[in-house]
C-alpha cells in the first residue's frame, strides 16, 4: 500500500467505523473463546459479530478484540494533528497580514530545491510521512515532492498560486512536523 491509497481508504474507514458503532469483548467459559460483540443502535439488543478462535496468538487476539476503539483513536488523533496544521496555517498568515509595506514573494521553488537537496531532516519527513523510499537520492525525492504538488517544476510553485498554496500548506506540515 502507499500513501495514495491510504488516502483514498480513509472515507471508507470513516464510515466503517461509525456504522460499527461500539464494540465490546468478553471470554466464553464454555469454548475458551473471546467474543466480540456490537449493539444495534435502535433496540440496543446486544449480538456476537466474531469469534477469536482459542488458540490464536495472543497479540493476534489483541489485536481483534481492540482494532475498533484503536481505529476511533488513530481517527482522533488524524483530526487533531489536521486541526493544529489549520491552526499553524492560520497563525502563519495573521501576521503576515498586519504588514503594511509589501512584501517580496517567497522563492517556494528555491526553497523545495534545497530542502530536497541538502535537508535531512525533509527527507526523513517524506520518509516517514509520504512513502519516500528511505534509499532515495535526491532525484526520487525531488521526483516525489512535484508528484504532492501536482506540478511538473519547482518553477510552477512560485508561478502558480494553486500550488504556491498547496506548497505553503505542504511546508507548514512539515514545520510542524518538525517541532514534534
Request: hydrophobic share 40%.
Amino acid at each position: 500500500m502507499n500513501l495514495v491509497e491510504a488516502r483514498a481508504m480513509v472515507p471508507d474507514i470513516i464510515d466503517a467505523v461509525e456504522m460499527a458503532g461500539d464494540l465490546t469483548s468478553s471470554y466464553d467459559l464454555k469454548t475458551r473463546e473471546a467474543v466480540i460483540y456490537t449493539s444495534d443502535p435502535m433496540t440496543g439488543e446486544v449480538f456476537p459479530v466474531a469469534t477469536i478462535a482459542a488458540d490464536a496468538p495472543p497479540d493476534v487476539q489483541m489485536l481483534l478484540r481492540k482494532s475498533a476503539i484503536w481505529l476511533r483513536a488513530l481517527l482522533m488523533l488524524r483530526e487533531e494533528a489536521i486541526r493544529q496544521l489549520r491552526k499553524a496555517t492560520t497563525s502563519q498568515q495573521q501576521p503576515q497580514q498586519r504588514r503594511t509595506e509589501p512584501k517580496k514573494p517567497q522563492d517556494h521553488a528555491q526553497r523545495a530545491s534545497i530542502l530536497c537537496k541538502q535537508d535531512r531532516a525533509f527527507r526523513r519527513y517524506l520518509v516517514e510521512c509520504h512513502g519516500l523510499p528511505s534509499s532515495a537520492d535526491e532525484n526520487e525525492t525531488r521526483s516525489l515532492l512535484r508528484e504532492l504538488m501536482n506540478i511538473t517544476s519547482f518553477k510552477e510553485l512560485n508561478q502558480n498560486p494553486a500550488a504556491a498554496s498547496r506548497w505553503e500548506a505542504f511546508d507548514a506540515g512539515f514545520k510542524l512536523w518538525m517541532r514534534g
